[in-house]
């Protein structure tokens, strides 16, 4: 499973910090990055056109609407990058052809082209389940991003929503999900989202003053699973996730790496 960071646009991060920002990211072995929308993809590109400090292995994910002139605007940034994912939003209100229509033009473009999809309409919209279902075959998509866009599921429904968008993806695909702990719920649903062999999660890394509001700390997240895996995972899910969360296990490695931002202070 992967950490994604999802705050690395915060508007309050300076063109002087933003080093110091991805070198942190980069010692935690966080390397995906996601933008929201086009401005905040727009906003950080600003900063590194002026910072001389190599992005590495980063990989770059932005979510767009399915709007061909937004579409358009993105990849005139996101194609700078060496690798990236362009996921467009499926919304309960979108015409099924004009979704069609933007994906056509997407992938014209480039390969790296995911849905991001609401888990809470997926639970109350059955034609949302379908129209992935009809998308993922059409255009053999098998990248998935699922959200929690108003912050207000439980660990039932991320569960249940989870379930239902599974039996549509394409067997394979790759899913990640964004938790929103804007309500304070955020924590806990990716932590039951983690028993549901996610391949991505998002969050943030950062320090306190830079983060954003609805993104899930990294560090609490950790601190709920090393007290609960051994009653709640498989031998071969904490493997996994040991991993992920390798450089938040209090090692001597992960000790110097995050002692000197007082991360976890």
Same mark, same amino acid.
Not at 18 to 23: A, H, L, N, W, Y
């Given at each position: 499973?992967?950490?994604?960071?999802?705050? %690395?646009?915060?508007?309050?991060?300076?063109?002087? /910090?933003? @080093?110091?920002? +991805?070198? $942190?990211?980069?010692? &935690?072995?966080?390397?995906?990055?996601?933008?929201?929308?086009?401005?905040?993809?727009?906003?950080?590109?600003?900063?590194?056109?002026?910072?001389?400090?190599?992005?590495?292995?980063?990989?770059?994910?932005?979510?767009?609407?399915?709007?061909?002139?937004?579409?358009?605007?993105?990849?005139?940034?996101?194609?700078?990058?060496?690798?990236?994912?362009?996921?467009?939003?499926?919304?309960?209100?979108?015409?099924?052809?004009?979704?069609?229509?933007? %994906?056509?033009?997407?992938?014209?473009?480039?390969? /790296?082209? @995911?849905?991001? +999809?609401? $888990?809470?309409?997926? &639970?109350?919209?059955?034609?949302?389940?379908?129209?992935?279902?009809?998308?993922?075959?059409?255009?053999?998509?098998?990248?998935?991003?699922?959200?929690?866009?108003?912050?207000?599921?439980?660990?039932?429904?991320?569960?249940?929503?989870?379930?239902?968008?599974?039996?549509?993806?394409?067997?394979?695909?790759?899913?990640?999900?964004?938790?929103?702990?804007?309500?304070?719920?955020?924590?806990?649903?990716?932590?039951?989202?983690?028993?549901?062999? %996610?391949?991505?999660?998002?969050?943030?890394?950062?320090?306190?003053?830079?983060?954003?509001?609805?993104?899930?700390?990294?560090?609490?997240?950790?601190?709920?699973?090393?007290?609960?895996?051994?009653?709640?995972?498989?031998?071969?899910?904490?493997?996994?996730?040991?991993?992920?969360?390798?450089?938040?296990?209090?090692?001597?490695?992960?000790?110097?790496?995050?002692?000197?931002?007082?991360?976890?202070?």
């Amino acid at each position: 499973m992967q950490l994604l960071e999802t705050c %690395l646009a915060n508007s309050d991060t300076t063109e002087h /910090n933003m @080093g110091e920002t +991805i070198s $942190l990211l980069q010692r &935690l072995g966080i390397r995906d990055w996601v933008f929201s929308d086009f401005s905040s993809l727009k906003r950080f590109s600003r900063q590194m056109e002026k910072s001389s400090f190599p992005l590495g292995r980063a990989h770059v994910h932005v979510i767009s609407y399915p709007n061909i002139d937004l579409i358009k605007m993105i990849w005139s940034i996101i194609s700078l990058y060496d690798s990236f994912t362009i996921f467009l939003r499926c919304t309960k209100s979108l015409q099924e052809e004009e979704f069609k229509d933007a %994906l056509y033009y997407a992938f014209s473009l480039t390969d /790296n082209v @995911g849905c991001a +999809i609401d $888990l809470e309409s997926a &639970l109350n919209l059955p034609v949302i389940g379908q129209k992935v279902q009809t998308l993922g075959q059409e255009f053999e998509l098998n990248r998935f991003l699922f959200l929690d866009t108003e912050g207000l599921l439980i660990p039932d429904e991320v569960s249940k929503g989870f379930r239902i968008l599974r039996s549509k993806v394409p067997k394979h695909s790759k899913i990640f999900y964004f938790p929103n702990n804007q309500h304070g719920l955020g924590l806990v649903n990716a932590f039951y989202a983690m028993q549901l062999a %996610l391949d991505g999660l998002g969050g943030t890394a950062l320090r306190e003053e830079d983060k954003c509001a609805a993104a899930v700390d990294f560090a609490e997240l950790y601190l709920l699973y090393r007290n609960k895996r051994d009653d709640m995972f498989s031998k071969r899910s904490i493997g996994i996730l040991d991993r992920a969360f390798r450089s938040f296990s209090g090692g001597e490695e992960a000790k110097s790496t995050l002692q000197p931002t007082s991360y976890l202070g």
